[in-house]
């Protein structure tokens, strides 16, 4: 039975390998929706690799009457089909957890490749003198990068290498933040415990609220608490930092709603 197991386990592994062909991002991919559509489809296809694997393993199941590893895969095989998500491989079950492992490797390879497809895209686009879309490119550049950065959080830690961790947010202080639609002027007050958003022009009246930062490998999560937005910091070489804000329900999929750069007061 102890073979069996094993078998499945690698069945599970091996089903859950996300390839991606190098041209799906190569130097002739000119805009941003086609190679983002490659992207889309690179990943909902890992997913549907994920869900076969499962029906896989539980026929194989079936065949060496391993009953008990059945009713495992068996059960989340019903989550994924409601969910269509894959567990933390930390917190799941083997064969589960090994299955998991693996998609979120080749997820975090994917998105690699998907960074490296942008860095080429953002060059051709400036070359191009289509600066408002490299612009665009750039801020997909970024949440990839904060994608990344999710995904790899979720793989198990190696013990040899402990993850560093920070008791507050790199952005403590005062920021002015310029936004490029409509104008939109933010000032942001940043503390240990939060953000208060002392003003604000360009919006629906003056706009107050806590925000929580979040200090991430790629820069910092600004999340509006009880609130339908969030944005995603990240440090620029001159010092300040570009900011990407998103409606809740398009993170992290959708584009960002506005852009915008903020310096310290």
Known sequence: ????????????????????????????TNTLESIQQAFEQASQDALTRYG?????????????????????????????????????????VKPISDA???YYRGMAQLLRQYGTGLDGLIKRLMVQDKIDDAKAAKAEKDKAEFMLAD?????????EKPQPTESKPPIVGTWDVAYEI????????FSEGGVVVASG?????NSKGTWKATAMPKGVLVDAEGG???ELWKPQKD????????????YPRGKAANVGVARRQ
């Open 100 to 102: 998991a492992a693996t």
């Open 182 to 189: 409509q104008n939109v002027r933010r000032t942001y007050e």
């Open 151 to 159: 995904t790899e959080s979720k793989l198990p830690k190696q013990e």
């Open 201 to 205: 022009t360009g919006l629906e009246g």
């Open 239 to 250: 010092g300040t930092w570009s900011v990407a804000h998103y409606e809740r329900r398009d």
């Open 52 to 92: 076969q694997s499962l029906d896989s393993a539980m026929q194989s199941l079936k065949k060496s009457g391993d009953l008990d590893t059945y009713l495992v895969v068996e059960a989340e095989k019903k989550r994924f089909d409601v969910e269509k998500t894959v567990p933390t491989p930390t917190t799941a």
């Open 1 to 28: 039975m102890k073979n069996a197991s094993h078998r499945i386990t690698l069945t599970l592994a091996l089903a859950a390998l996300v390839i991606v062909p190098a041209s799906s991002f190569s130097a002739q």
């Open 228 to 230: 339908g937005a969030l």
